[in-house]
């Protein structure tokens, strides 16, 4: 079985993990399988993976709209 990296950040980019119970607000990814939750809240433990370590997702309203 294939394991898929969920990191988005090329290899001399920082990525920031976020921990569960964090309060936060945005657009997240588990980084152990990759689901994706819209918070704004604290961030829960991943429903998918049972995962605790979360990454932020670079997504922006306007991404689309500039390519």
Not at 46 to 65: D, K, L, N, T, V
Request: charged share 20%.
């Amino acid at each position: 079985m294939e394991r898929l990296g969920t990191s988005r950040a090329t290899p001399d980019e920082y990525v920031e993990f976020w921990t569960t119970g964090q309060p936060v607000k945005g657009e997240f990814h588990c980084s152990e399988c990759g689901y994706g939750v819209t918070i704004v809240r604290a961030l829960p433990i991943c429903p998918m993976c049972g995962g605790r370590s979360w990454e932020q997702s670079s997504w922006s309203p306007f991404g689309r709209a500039s390519a």
